[in-house]
């Protein structure tokens, strides 16, 4: 299924080793959603989950929740910023992030950064949302 506000440009590519995520994207950019890094946290302030395949599962609910209260989806995003507290946790990460993620994939940048004590991964993202 295609986004109506997002493409992939039909002559895109990308190495053979890349991660899921789209090289480049074409967005209609009228209606913007930004999501501030969320990360593996209930309500309450505990953290959720001690390894980064839970984490990841918990972090991007948190944002699914986000989207959900400007009327998006995962579907909507375009954009993701993902900080791991290790690299070497990129493909415990990547296979929880892909089956998550709908297609078209959304452009992505990841880093390894200092997280904020017991957090695992942080995620940013930037959506669009179809016109009501």
């Given at each position: 299924m295609t986004h109506?506000?997002?493409?992939?440009?039909?002559?895109?590519?990308?190495?053979?080793?890349?991660?899921?995520y789209s090289p480049v994207l074409?967005?209609?950019?009228r209606h913007l959603v930004v999501l501030?890094?969320?990360?593996?946290?209930?309500?309450?302030?505990?953290?959720?989950g001690d390894e980064?395949?839970?984490?990841?599962?918990?972090?991007?609910?948190?944002?699914?929740?986000?989207?959900?209260?400007?009327?998006?989806?995962?579907?909507?995003?375009?954009?993701?910023?993902?900080?791991?507290?290790?690299l070497g946790d990129w493909h415990r990460f990547n296979a929880v992030y892909e089956e998550a993620m709908p297609k078209p994939?959304?452009?992505r940048t990841a880093v390894q950064a200092v997280l904020l004590p017991g957090f695992l991964v942080e995620i940013e993202m930037w959506a669009v949302k179809a016109k009501d």
């Amino acid at each position: 299924m295609t986004h109506p506000l997002m493409t992939r440009p039909e002559n895109a590519s990308q190495h053979a080793t890349a991660g899921p995520y789209s090289p480049v994207l074409e967005v209609d950019a009228r209606h913007l959603v930004v999501l501030s890094g969320q990360v593996a946290v209930n309500p309450d302030g505990t953290v959720i989950g001690d390894e980064v395949g839970e984490q990841t599962v918990a972090t991007l609910r948190n944002c699914a929740n986000q989207l959900a209260t400007a009327g998006c989806s995962l579907a909507d995003v375009f954009k993701v910023n993902v900080y791991l507290a290790d690299l070497g946790d990129w493909h415990r990460f990547n296979a929880v992030y892909e089956e998550a993620m709908p297609k078209p994939l959304p452009v992505r940048t990841a880093v390894q950064a200092v997280l904020l004590p017991g957090f695992l991964v942080e995620i940013e993202m930037w959506a669009v949302k179809a016109k009501d």
